[in-house]
């Protein structure tokens, strides 16, 4: 008998209805607005009651940079959460919605793998409760209604050159990201270049992930520049008067979905900004729910620390006033001897010396997310063809640099396999030695912001970027923007802007190429290297291998 699927182990899940899952956070049945029998919006009423509960400890799971080797970063955060119940304790994990692109590209789902996953694990990876699919119908009216305004009369002068709303779907279609709009005579309106991004890149999405309440949701809508006149004066959203119909879009949107694990515990799942192109978090509302129901809450961001824990940290902690308590980076043997420059095909040979090259990458992370004042463990995700030389050779590095790595098997075991973890976080979650604090201070002008973690964070030499670059930023400055935090577009897979480049590289130069203003997120995007905001698809899709089988089910989706 092969080994399973992790769609045949989630199909195989004994799932409980979602009214007892609920129950266990103490959410009052009336409270949860089922999709089907086992997901279930919560309720802002409900949430709302729950603002003066004292919050329970946020324990953060990041990772090394990815590699083609596999990490299993919400694996370990789902198996992580399922750990904690496991041994006694109160627990929920937050992640994030999976997006329609990757699915279909190359990354494949985002709802864990093995024993520890998150379940329904197909509507979890297509189109769950909705949520992605109005969020591009919020930002795709916008785009409409800015179209239709300068078509009719233009009350607000907007230059149509000057018009920096794109249009979204979610889904890669390198095809979309520059195109030109309005052709074919005067009825269709003036003619304009513009292009497309994924949905997870769009600052309506990063809006949903970052507001706190509906209230909160429509003024951030509102505050979205959306074009500028010809005295270059922003125009918003609101004097579109989009704002309004943009928060009825998203309503429902804004309630956090609930879902189980495959061991019946309960799991937030909410929003999915992409961490190389956006701020890489599940939403506020669904984190802060949470801590006000569990006694430890288990979040991840996207890929390696260098972009979602500082994100996490610099962006989402920073503006909701959160102070994570712990953080877990994912390792693995195989990713170790990647970066210690084995090719994918050769991983399956014991090569200690390769494991103790690769250890820089790791190390280096373990640096950073130690200089925000959280305490670290490492979780070693364990694979078959690991030997025991070579996890001792990543223990020790670990141990060299005042952390613990521990062995974790939760992919075959289910929470057994991460008890040890659990009870490590627990220790650290308790201990009361995180003194977090974000990189920089919000005064700090916004180019040094981009300085900052270049430096500091992806150890860069320099910073290069063009004088319209840094003449456009300090026009935001002018403009009252000064104080926004950055968030950086940057590739995911080195700590420079350069792919190819693993390990732990210094002194390199990061290049900023363009920077967008994200006014109702709250945040500066700063575009460095070759990273787009609307991906292509690999030459052999992941779609070209999904199907129905002869029964109806779904093949191919992972």
Not at 158 to 173: E, F, K, L
Not at 407 to 425: F, N, P, T, Y
Not at 536 to 543: D, E, T
Request: glycine fraction near 10%.
């Amino acid at each position: 008998m092969g080994v399973k699927s992790d769609i045949e182990i989630a199909r195989e899940a004994k799932k409980k209805p979602i009214q007892e899952i609920g129950a266990k956070l103490g959410i009052p049945s009336e409270h949860l607005l089922p999709y089907g029998h086992d997901k279930a919006k919560v309720g802002q009423d409900f949430i709302a009651g729950l603002a003066d509960r004292a919050p329970g400890k946020l324990i953060l799971v990041t990772a090394i940079n990815p590699t083609p080797a596999g990490e299993g970063k919400t694996t370990t955060t789902v198996g992580l959460g399922d750990g904690l119940n496991r041994i006694g304790k109160k627990a929920a994990i937050c992640i994030r919605e999976a997006s329609l692109g990757p699915n279909f590209g190359m990354k494949g789902g985002a709802a864990g793998g093995g024993m520890a996953q998150v379940v329904p694990m197909e509507e979890m990876n297509l189109h769950f409760t909705g949520d992605f699919h109005a969020i591009t119908s919020a930002h795709n009216l916008l785009s409409a209604m800015i179209d239709n305004h300068i078509y009719w009369v233009n009350a607000l002068d907007i230059d149509a050159r000057r018009v920096v709303w794109r249009r979204v779907m979610d889904m890669n279609d390198r095809a979309l990201r520059d195109i030109v709009v309005s052709l074919g005579g005067v009825a269709n309106g003036f003619p304009r270049q513009t292009g497309f991004d994924i949905t997870v890149a769009s600052e309506v999405m990063a809006i949903l992930c970052l507001a706190t309440d509906l209230k909160d949701l429509q003024r951030r809508l509102g505050d979205i520049v959306v074009a500028y006149r010809r005295d270059k004066t922003p125009v918003h959203a609101r004097d579109l008067k989009a704002d309004g119909a943009m928060t009825v879009l998203l309503k429902d949107a804004m309630q956090p979905n609930l879902v189980q694990t495959l061991e019946n515990n309960p799991a937030f799942v909410h929003g999915g900004p992409f961490a190389n192109i956006a701020h890489g978090c599940n939403s506020v509302i669904a984190t802060t729910t949470a801590l006000r129901l569990a006694d430890y809450v288990v979040t991840e961001a996207g890929f390696g620390a260098d972009l979602g824990a500082e994100k996490f940290f610099d962006i989402k902690c920073r503006k909701a006033g959160l102070k994570p308590a712990a953080a877990v980076i994912v390792a693995t043997v195989r990713a170790m001897k990647m970066n210690g420059g084995v090719a994918k095909a050769d991983l399956g040979a014991e090569n200690v010396a390769a494991v103790q090259e690769g250890c820089a990458n790791l190390g280096r992370h373990i640096e950073n997310v130690k200089g925000f004042g959280v305490p670290v463990v490492v979780a070693i995700n364990h694979f078959a063809g690991d030997t025991e030389a070579e996890i001792a050779a990543v223990k020790a590095y670990v141990a060299g640099l005042g952390a613990e790595a521990i062995l974790c098997k939760h992919w075959a075991q289910g929470s057994a396999g991460i008890e040890d973890l659990a009870r490590k976080v627990v220790e650290l979650a308790d201990g009361g030695s995180a003194e977090f604090a974000p990189l920089y201070p919000d005064a700090m002008p916004l180019f040094e912001k981009i300085e900052t973690i270049a430096t500091r964070i992806y150890r860069a030499g320099a910073v290069t970027a063009d004088k319209s670059v840094r003449d456009q930023l300090k026009a935001w400055e002018a403009a009252g923007y000064g104080d926004l935090p950055v968030c950086m577009a940057k590739t995911q897979y080195s700590f420079s802007t350069d792919p190819a480049l693993r390990g732990a590289p210094v002194g390199h130069t990061i290049p900023v190429r363009e920077v967008r203003l994200s006014a109702g997120a709250g945040f500066v995007v700063a575009i460095c290297g070759e990273i787009m905001t609307m991906p292509g698809l690999p030459r052999v899709p992941s779609a070209e291998v999904i199907r129905l089988d002869d029964d109806g089910r779904i093949e191919g989706l992972f």
